[in-house]
């Protein structure tokens, strides 16, 4: 199974979600999971967990335009604690995406769809922000689940719905991850006419552990590891054979200034357009809502404080 993780606006958390997920995978004992890093603006693992720069990525791609066997993909990784593996890539960009723009065209299939077609293989494709022409996309494109990841302020959800029709047509099995504060989970899902399949909480204590930095026993004693069961849930969704997703409440959206209207495709193909009603003016503020609610649960209209 592939499952690509990317972003299109900064920096939400791709790297740690890659991680965490390939440490809570469900029956993980049975599986053997990569974090491959493909992102195009360089890597992180190599630096947080202390692993050497190579094997990676480098000696793949060189590997690569000898041999189609895709077993050789697990001879240029790494272990991360809990079991997985790790493909590492260089720091800097523009050796990450050269090495990347080799190995998508080493073959006429890149390897790491391949190897991910293994029943007992489960591969987490760290695609970093897919900017249109990033070489991470011939890997995006194959992946049986893409999970596109962002923010949940105006200007990021901006970006996400511009690109929401055209990553969906990507995977048979787009989905749209938030994270952090903002608009609340329910007005997102309105806006965009298509439903979020999660909400990861803002806890950058507990997502620098997942990513091999060691907290302060101050901090870790405060952690109260909610970014890792949400990570764990998400893990078990994306687990499941795909079902069909219920369309969004058929309700007057709150709006969210900024943001187009969309048409997404569904699994199977089905085109879903949100309601008529468009983005409310910036000039009618939206109202503040409860700060005891989570971003998960129905609210008024508006952004949720930052914490």
Not at 198 to 226: F, S, V, Y
């Amino acid at each position: 199974m592939l499952i690509a993780l990317c972003s299109v606006k900064g920096s939400p958390g791709v790297t740690t979600l890659a991680v965490a997920l390939a440490m809570t995978w469900p029956h993980a004992e049975s599986m053997r999971r990569l974090v491959a890093e493909v992102d195009p603006s360089g890597g992180d693992l190599a630096m947080r967990f202390g692993l050497p720069a190579a094997p990676g990525l480098v000696s793949l791609a060189a590997a690569a335009r000898r041999t189609r066997d895709p077993a050789v993909v697990w001879d240029h990784t790494q272990a991360l604690p809990g079991g997985a593996r790790a493909l590492v890539a260089p720091p800097g960009g523009t050796h990450a995406r050269a090495t990347l723009s080799t190995l998508v065209t080493a073959s006429d299939v890149p390897l790491l769809p391949v190897v991910a077609r293994d029943a007992g293989v489960v591969v987490f494709a760290d695609c970093g922000r897919v900017d249109p022409g990033s070489p991470a996309e011939a890997i995006a494109r194959r992946a049986d689940a893409l999970v596109l990841v962002s923010g949940a302020q105006s200007d990021d959800l901006a970006h996400a719905a511009a690109r929401l029709g055209e990553l969906a047509r990507w995977t048979p099995r787009p989905g749209l991850l938030l994270t952090g504060d903002g608009y609340p989970t329910v007005d997102v899902e309105r806006e965009l006419g298509i439903p979020a399949i999660g909400r990861l909480p803002h806890e950058p204590a507990t997502a620098a552990t997942l990513t091999g930095h060691r907290q302060p026993l101050a901090r870790r004693r405060g952690n109260n590891g909610g970014l890792a069961r949400h990570a764990a849930a998400l893990a078990r969704t994306l687990a499941e054979p795909a079902t069909p997703i219920a369309s969004p409440p058929a309700t007057t959206p709150a709006g969210v200034p900024g943001v187009p209207a969309q048409q997404v495709r569904r699994p199977g193909g089905v085109l879903i357009t949100p309601p008529s009603n468009g983005p409310q003016p910036a000039s009618a503020p939206p109202q503040t809502r409860n700060p005891r609610r989570n971003g998960n649960q129905p609210s008024p209209a508006g952004k949720e404080p930052r914490a």
